[in-house]
């Protein structure tokens, strides 16, 4: 039988997780597929070998598929995200040093508490002259706009009161360890590995920020889609098989056991399955914590590319790089993301699949709701902001006139 093959970049991440097993556990082939994995260390690069069409498709950060679409830092390409690798499962890490002054105790911090400590230290530094510094993947990245988000809600003027750095997520233990940085907003493993190595303790992670915030994307060229369509939807099938297949608890000691491999994460097994459990060590030698939905896969049709979850990004490119709102550039980006592919490729399949394509972002704040639904039942959960401010998509403008 002749195999369709498909070259996907990634990153050593432990979000990288479903082209990894839809290759490693069969659900490819059960599609006529050959995945074919292509590893680096650097966001740019994913994006480079993708652009100039080394790979097919790519795990990539959400935002930047999106600036590669607006033409930010580099001509313009249009892109297509047909499926969402993951949401959450990022965290901050604070070098011991600023740890032991801002951490009131061994648990996850509050985000208004420790923002406030923080905000002392910040403008005490930044009054020195030195001041704090930390480490996101890349300028367009959840991490960066999660970290940002959390800074100003706080009273601390990002790029102003402290500096935001690039540091490569296999590399981001490294700079703890000498100093270069302050603190790390990274995906795992890497922030398990700095606590293990003891050069870091975990302060926050993401989802307290904006629970079911959108992390990575399978994205591909928009010519790519057009050309392949058919097999994308295969590949749409096997990844949904293999998000299925991770969260099982059946599966995680043999997850992280692939995972960790060299050819993938080259990593030590042990975080790699805490971050597949949902259990976060917090500081060297502390017995790991649950984190309800650290790392939220599959469920509530987390895979499905919300035109709203887009919206929100671009609504923080604006913000942050201090360009006007524009309502083309924001059609543009929530035009990257392709519900209608991933409805079209998991019809029949029993997934559910919501009938909208858009949503409030951040407004349920309690108990699970129904949603509107084309195929099965659809339940949502909680997914509000820390600061309790909900995003409408159809009113991005509005929004940001509102941020502080």
Not at 42 to 56: F, K, S
């Amino acid at each position: 039988m002749a195999f369709d093959k498909v070259r996907i970049g990634f990153l050593p991440l432990v979000d990288a997780a479903l082209p990894i097993l839809a290759r490693q556990q069969g659900f490819a082939e059960a599609e006529g597929l050959e995945i074919e994995l292509v590893r680096d260390m650097t966001w740019a690069t994913v994006r480079d070998r993708l652009l100039y069409g080394h790979t097919d498709a790519a795990h990539m950060v959400a935002p930047l598929a999106i600036a590669t679409a607006l033409g930010r830092g580099r001509p313009a390409v249009e892109m297509a995200v047909p499926f969402v690798l993951g949401l959450n499962g990022n965290a901050i890490t604070l070098s011991l040093a600023l740890a032991e002054q801002v951490l009131p105790d061994a648990g996850l911090a509050d985000p208004v508490v420790l923002g406030a400590r923080l905000k002392a230290v910040a403008l005490q530094r930044a009054a020195e002259g030195r001041r704090l510094r930390f480490g996101a993947v890349h300028r367009y990245s959840s991490h960066n706009y999660m970290l940002r988000y959390w800074l100003a809600a706080v009273g601390i003027r990002p790029d102003h009161d402290v500096d935001i750095v690039t540091t490569s997520p296999p590399f981001a233990a490294d700079a703890l360890a000498a100093g270069e940085v302050d603190g790390i907003c990274v995906g795992e493993p890497w922030n398990g590995v700095a606590v293990d190595r003891g050069v870091g303790r975990i302060a926050l992670v993401t989802a307290q920020i904006w629970q079911r915030g959108v992390e990575k994307v399978l994205a591909m060229r928009a010519t790519t889609l057009a050309e392949r369509g058919d097999t994308v939807q295969r590949l749409i099938r096997a990844l949904h098989a293999a998000a299925e297949h991770f969260v099982d608890p059946a599966t995680r000691e043999e997850s992280a056991r692939i995972l960790s491999l060299p050819q993938y994460l080259d990593a030590p097994v042990d975080p790699v399955a805490r971050a597949i459990g949902d259990r976060v060590r917090l500081m060297q030698g502390a017995t790991p914590i649950h984190v309800p939905d650290f790392m939220f896969q599959y469920r509530e049709a987390a895979n499905f590319p919300w035109r709203s979850q887009a919206a929100w990004l671009y609504s923080q490119m604006v913000r942050w790089d201090g360009m006007p709102f524009s309502a083309d550039d924001a059609q543009v980006a929530q035009d990257v993301f392709r519900p209608g592919v991933y409805r079209a490729a998991l019809a029949g399949s029993g997934a559910p699949l919501p009938s909208a394509s858009s949503k409030l972002e951040g407004a349920i704040e309690g108990a699970s709701i129904g949603a509107g639904s084309v195929q099965g039942r659809l339940m949502l959960g909680r997914d509000a902001f820390f600061d309790r401010r909900a995003f409408d998509p159809e009113d991005i403008a509005g929004y940001l006139a509102d941020l502080p």
